[in-house]
């Protein structure tokens, strides 16, 4: 089983709603982190993807809140390829305060060219997000 990448987080005062939880919109917040904090680990941040001719553009994202965060919590960020196709990615994500799951996110990105044009995900891509895909092979269909 791949590993997830983890990144911790803390909650601020700053990101709470009125009644004193963390704002929904955070929490999306936080998973476009935990992505970008993955990529950067594997040598594919997006500064680094763009030279290259490439980006993820996110086509799709379905959050599940289960719990709320407060402020000063001590959070997780995990972050999981569910699937690599050949023009883009499946990623899992949550939102873990120590073994409590707060949310959930799926996200479905494309891979583009810098015109936003979909293209088919180059092997150096599945190479490096290989320790954290569940299907490192990068079978399956755009």
Known sequence: MPARHQ???????????????????????????????????????????????YRFVVSRIETRFRASAVGGDALVIETEVVENRRASSRWGQRILRGDEVLATQEVLAAVTDTDGRPVRSPDFMAEALAPYTNDPDDEGDA
């Open 7 to 53: 990144h911790p987080v803390k909650v601020r005062f700053y990101e709470l709603d009125p009644y004193g939880h963390l704002n929904h919109s955070v929490y999306v917040q936080l998973f476009e982190t935990g992505r970008i904090e993955l990529l950067d680990s594997v040598g594919l941040g997006l500064h680094d993807l763009e030279e290259r001719g």
